[in-house]
């Protein structure tokens, strides 16, 4: 069973919703939380602002292409990622921003702040960008729930997040392609590389959960109801307390639309397991995954 959780109670510290999300880290890997500061209609309003970029003409979305910029910002076209080097690139569309930092901050160098690249679209920047800083907040009182939930402070995870590297993605799934076959999938099986993914979706099936025993279980939320998912990172940073679980979105008859946070500390965080000799920056990780991934990066290596 996967929880359901209030986060206004999880952000008061109810005990009940703290056992949830304990359950939920420790075991099946994900939850559900609503009641977010994210409402439906703000949430609508990302998915309608996301299709609307989708469905323009290819040229259009070329002038975006993160394939010329390098990075990972901007338009992905349906081939861009291959999350499972055991199947074909992953046939959706995406669209990536992240956190910008001031200028003449010593990390601005790093690709994981690389500048944001947006549509000639005043009303996408606008929607996206507004939506984006309220999704931090939302993901904060979350992983200030989860620092709870497995007996640290409030406020335990907060310094690490001071500069996050957090990708807000649209994703785009189109109907299940008739030449797909068995190696073909909106995104392979995976787990996040993260620490924290927070995930709007338009409501339509698509995701599945992985069992701990085998088997899958469908997963999906309506709009203004996220759900949650812990990834790699955050595996190993609190030495294996919190699971990675797998997941994939096969594709189905209709198209989906899904906008998830990927929500990771500043790059240069240790996140290595408590009390160990080992240095594992978060940035170098996510590098490291990233380079396996996006098929650009892959071409330059």
């Not at 952000?11 to 500061?37: I, K, M, S």
């Not at 003409?57 to 349906?78: H, I």
């Not at 800083?133 to 904060?140: E, F, H, P, Q, T």
């Not at 209709?254 to 790059?267: A, V």
Request: net charge negative.
């Amino acid at each position: 069973m996967i929880p359901r959780i209030d986060a206004a109670a999880l952000a008061a510290g109810a005990p009940d919703a703290l056992e949830a999300l304990r359950l939920a880290a420790t075991g099946v890997g994900f939850a559900t939380v609503y009641n977010t500061a994210l409402t439906p209609a703000r949430v609508a309003e990302a998915i309608a602002t996301y299709a609307a970029f989708f469905h323009l003409p290819e040229a259009e979305k070329r002038a975006v292409d993160m394939a010329r910029t390098g990075s990972n910002r901007g338009w992905g076209a349906a081939g861009s990622e291959q999350v499972d080097p055991n199947a074909n690139p992953d046939y959706k569309q995406f669209f990536d921003v992240g956190f910008a930092l001031p200028e003449g901050h010593p990390l601005g160098g790093e690709t994981f702040y690389a500048p944001n690249v947006w549509p000639d679209d005043p009303a996408f920047y606008a929607v996206i960008s507004a939506y984006y800083s309220d999704a931090l907040k939302v993901a904060m009182n979350v992983l200030r729930g989860l620092a709870q939930a497995i007996g640290a402070d409030a406020t335990y995870f907060d310094e690490a997040f001071m500069a996050p590297m957090a990708l807000l993605r649209g994703n785009y799934y189109p109907a299940r392609p008739d030449w797909a076959g068995a190696r073909d999938f909106g995104i392979a099986t995976h787990t996040d590389y993260g620490c924290l993914t927070l995930l709007a979706t338009d409501g339509s099936p698509g995701l599945e959960v992985r069992k701990r025993g085998g088997g899958w279980i469908p997963l999906s939320a309506p709009p203004g109801e996220f759900i949650i998912n812990f990834g790699e990172m955050i595996e190993f940073w609190t030495d294996g307390v919190v699971k990675a679980t797998p997941h994939r979105v096969v594709g189905g008859t209709q198209e989906r639309i899904s906008i998830p946070l990927f929500f990771n500390p500043t790059y240069d965080t240790n996140v290595a397991p408590p009390g160990s000799d080992e240095v594992i920056k978060a940035g170098d990780h996510l590098s490291a995954r990233f380079r396996e991934t996006y098929v650009h990066l892959q071409a330059k290596a």
